[in-house]
């Protein structure tokens, strides 16, 4: 029987336990916040989190900055101790100012400190649900909300500070929890042995001064949807679906690296709406951010008790130039939408084959 824990103090509870427990016991459950922060010119990207994994007992997090060619990554592992309000894990930690508007991010380390506030611009958006299936088993079950909006504060990278001005720097979160694969590799097993085919997703969350957009796009090899979510955030919090999406990608030649890219919307009215996106400087998540086929680290990985590490990435390295189209890669977005200038996140992974743009196998690129 589990013992109560801080978090049992409050009316907060969804299942008939302490919140010690989480109601699955699938090993892969976590909790986890990502953020991205940048300064508009492309000359600075910031991508961090904070995970928690209860069913392999461990907490982590990880702060990457991305200036030039030079990637900058720290990260931060522990034992998950009781589970409570507090959010911290070696030398870094999230602070809950204001829920869903207001949040603080600290992060002490010699090679790379931050030191960052985030007001969200407009309210939360509450994604529909994200589910993958590996043969039967969900390889991923879970729920996530997003938002848009600035940051203020400092980062330091490698002894340079860097000031961060609200009315240059923007950005995008979400906070996502359920199930998805976390911590040391399982054994194939059929459904990993005979593998999907290909993956291809697309996430664009884009704030503008009136308004903001959430667009999800998930399709199997085929092209059949499995998700697919559109919305317009208001400023007095009125949600607009935007219908289904079509999504027009152009790559650079012999690469998936997207260059441009249109999505073809619907207003709530019936009307069309288009949005121009022009990727800018990217952050590969699976380069020492932790995320899915990352070689040096993964997320709930157990490392033992008050492990910290940090590396430099040199992109121009073909070492690890080589793995950069390999996973999921986050893009800083300028867009346009009826005449308004926005910014945000253009997320894109085309893995394998995907027959709505032609690629045939994990080795055809764009012509």
Known sequence: MSAPVPLDEYPIHQTPLSLARVASSDRNFYDRSYFNAHDRDGGTLLVTGLGVYPNLGVIDAYAAVRRGETQRVVRFSDALAERGLEQRVGGYRVEVLEPLRRLRIVCEHDDLGLDLTWTGSFRPIQEQPHLILAGSRPIIDASRFAQVGSWEGTICVDGTDIAVDPEVWTGTRDRSWGIRPVGETEPAGRANAEGAGGFWWLYVPLRFEDFAIVVIVQEN???????????????????????????HIEYRSGTRIPIGARL???????????????????????????????????HGQWKGPGW?????????DPAVAGRIPWGVIDHVARAECDGAEGWGLFEHASLGRHDPTGFADWTAVAP
């Open 221 to 247: 090899p085929d092209g059949f949807r499995t998700l697919n979510d559109a919305t317009r955030i208001w400023p007095d919090g009125r949600i607009e679906q935007l219908g289904w999406p079509r999504v």
């Open 264 to 298: 073809e919307l619907t207003a709530a009215d019936g009307k069309p709406l288009e949005v121009r996106v022009t990727p800018r400087t990217f952050m590969a998540l699976h380069i020492g951010c932790g995320y899915g086929g990352d070689p040096d680290w993964g």
């Open 308 to 316: 910290s590490s940090s590396s430099t990435y040199d992109l121009t």
